[in-house]
């Protein structure tokens, strides 16, 4: 947090100018990732184009439906928080509720497993 006050602090352009090297950093990054798993790669973990299950269900097509459902519901989810954050007369209490809300469902979530 101080971090981030200390790039608001410098000013507009320091700020922009720290976003894009962070943007290129990550970029790099996922890039790197992507060769070394490329590199890692072996077709016979295939079976019909989808990873050898270790149980029935874990994978197959079941999988993928769970999997891009999973990442759908993520992405409307922050979608939605940036929208409500956007669009509220008094962003620092909602959002300061929100939070509370999320962190109590996560906590109650976490506590019933």
């Not at 943007?23 to 790099?28: L, P, S, W």
């Not at 890039?31 to 070394?36: A, P, Q, S």
């Not at 999320?102 to 497993?113: A, D, F, G, K, V």
């Amino acid at each position: 947090m101080l971090l981030c006050m200390l790039i608001l602090a410098m000013g507009k352009e320091f700020g922009k100018q720290t976003m894009n090297r962070i943007t290129v950093a990550k970029i790099t990054l996922i890039t790197f990732m992507t060769i070394l798993a490329f590199s890692q790669w072996d077709s016979a973990n295939l079976k019909n184009g989808f990873p050898v299950p270790a149980t029935q269900d874990a994978f197959g097509w079941e999988g993928v439906i769970k999997g891009s459902a999973t990442a759908f519901f993520g992405y409307i989810g922050f979608d939605e928080v940036c929208c409500l954050a956007a669009e509220t007369k008094n962003p620092g209490q909602v959002m300061h509720s929100l939070n509370n809300a999320h962190n109590s469902h996560n906590m109650l979530e976490t506590s019933m497993r």
